[in-house]
């Protein structure tokens, strides 16, 4: 079992950064795999960016490719998410995940364990 808390998020003009947090309690944390997906207003979660249990690995959507970077740090059991060249398109609330498989899944149905969200809001 593995418990998430988001932190970072906030209301950002287009054009700046945030760098978004995820602590995680709960044993054998750098044996998950982690990352993060989102979900604006109306519509359905999606993946964002993924990283693997050591960090070797990371995968992204093709809409944040390039501006965002996923990270980890194992002794501190956090992954974090930074965000740059924000874009009001980016607004939506993000979710940490977590995974025990190889790589996570970028299908927010086969994903094991959530964080409560935290709100991104970006003004144009």
């Known amino acids: 079992q593995v418990q998430l808390v988001e932190s970072g998020g906030g209301l950002v003009q287009a054009g700046g950064s945030l760098r978004l947090s995820c602590a995680a309690s709960?044993?054998?944390?750098?044996?998950?795999?982690m990352g993060w997906f989102r979900q604006a207003p109306g519509k359905e979660r999606i993946f964002v960016a993924a990283i693997s249990w050591g960090g070797g690995s990371t995968n992204y959507a093709d809409s944040v490719k390039g501006r965002f970077t996923i990270s980890r740090d194992n002794a501190k059991n956090t992954v974090y998410l930074q965000m740059n060249s924000l874009k009001p398109e980016d607004t939506a609330v993000y979710y940490c995940a977590a995974d025990k498989f190889g790589m996570l899944s970028t299908n927010e149905k086969q994903i094991g364990y959530w964080g409560q969200g935290t709100q991104v809001t970006v003004s144009s």
């Open positions: 709960g044993r054998a944390f750098s044996t998950y795999t």
